[in-house]
């Protein structure tokens, strides 16, 4: 049983073995917060505009492309993206109570369906117009339309992709993902005046990778603060509205399959196997979300219950941050620059699109969707 606990933490890797790397990663994100910290006194006003998780992922990307890294590091960054940052997410959970995910989660249904019909139809669109090939494409389009690198990864096999098509499609994501992590938290604010129902909505719709997402809606939270009438932040409700987005996984990787498999290329094999698309960190932030509500209903705002559920708080956030750092030192920007300009252009115009829908979308409708 232990040994399946330990598997289940670590995978195939040892713990001698991700030690490095995460040594790094906790050094960089010490690093940040300290940048953070020193230069909010230094800049005027109440806002900072380098916050804590900003900063881990610009040092992460610094760091990452400027020094040429150890293989030792390898293992303890991989494991922070992918560990470290679902842990995180889960623990998250305990910032909301089940009533307010489940509220969340239902006004977001309609607006995550309808954005990712549009990300869909007009990448494949776009495919077409630029002459890629249907596998990258669709790739693209699962990438974009749901949750980034994971969706690529399990749409990969169904419709049979090379190597060398799931890395470009990654790439493509990953490099429009992180722009707009960098950037919709100020654009959010700044240009598009967004309150903090429809930026937590905009950001959770609009951008591709669930860590980006998390990384941005933690970005938006430090940056302005901002809460809902009902005591909800930008992040409880962009990273709600990201993980009912993941559940979707379910049903249009297989679509994509079809509608691959309905065409003259080759192969492509709808298999549907809902263990291999379902993310199971979304049901842990939801379990988190029934201790909170168990707690509050048992404890209500007694001094040591409060201490607990800050404190969980508070270690998700430290534990997004580090992933972000992880995610900046696993980007290599060189390899991004070979893509080639087609996929660039398809996932440009796509992410763009995808954005615009968003925000059309969360305009019309947020403004009636009070938490």
């Not at 990258?136 to 994971?150: D, N, Q, W």
């Not at 419709?159 to 993902?177: L, N, P, Q, W």
């Not at 938290?185 to 429809?198: A, F, H, I, K, S």
């Not at 909170?292 to 404190?311: C, H, K, P, Q």
Request: proline share 3%; hydrophobic share 50%; net charge positive.
């Amino acid at each position: 049983m232990a040994s399946k606990v330990v598997n289940g933490i670590f995978g195939n890797e040892k713990l001698k073995d991700i030690i490095p790397g995460l040594f790094l990663a906790v050094v960089l994100t010490l690093a940040a917060y300290l940048i953070s910290n020193v230069s909010g006194m230094f800049i005027p006003g109440d806002i900072n505009p380098f916050s804590p998780t900003f900063c881990a992922m610009l040092l992460g990307l610094l760091v990452g492309n400027i020094i040429t890294l150890d293989k030792r590091f390898s293992a303890g960054i991989k494991f922070g993206l992918k560990k470290i940052l679902r842990l995180g997410i889960v623990l998250m959970g305990i910032r909301l109570s089940i009533l307010s995910v489940l509220k969340i989660g239902t006004a977001a249904v309609v607006l995550v369906l309808a954005c990712i019909v549009s990300a869909l139809i007009i990448t494949i669109f776009l495919t077409k117009k630029a002459n890629i090939s249907k596998r990258l494409g669709i790739l693209i389009a699962a990438g974009t339309s749901i949750c980034g690198v994971s969706a690529i990864a399990a749409t990969s096999p169904v419709i049979d992709a090379d190597e060398e098509e799931t890395s470009y499609a990654i790439g493509t994501i990953t490099v429009f993902g992180l722009l707009a992590t960098l950037i919709y938290p100020y654009l959010t604010e700044l240009v598009l005046g967004l309150d903090v129902v429809q930026a937590g909505f905009f950001i959770g719709t609009s951008i591709h990778d669930t860590s980006q997402v998390t990384g941005a809606a933690l970005m938006y939270d430090q940056l302005w603060a901002h809460m809902s009438p009902g005591g909800l932040s930008g992040a409880d409700i962009a990273i709600t509205t990201k993980l009912v987005r993941n559940t979707f996984m379910i049903a249009v990787i297989p679509m994509l399959g079809y509608i691959f498999s309905s065409g003259k290329e080759k192969g492509g094999k709808a298999r549907l196997s809902i263990t291999s698309y379902v993310p199971f960190f979304v049901f842990g932030y939801v379990l988190f979300g029934v201790l909170r509500t168990i707690g509050d209903f048992a404890f209500g705002d007694e001094s040591l219950w409060v201490n607990i559920w800050n404190t969980i708080k508070d270690t998700a956030t430290y534990l997004i941050t580090a992933a972000m750092v992880c995610v900046g030192l696993n980007t290599n920007v060189k390899k991004l620059t070979k893509l080639g300009y087609k996929p660039l252009v398809v996932g440009l115009i796509s992410a763009v699109s995808v954005g615009l829908v968003s925000f059309l979308i969360v305009v019309l409708f947020g403004s009636y969707i009070r938490f």
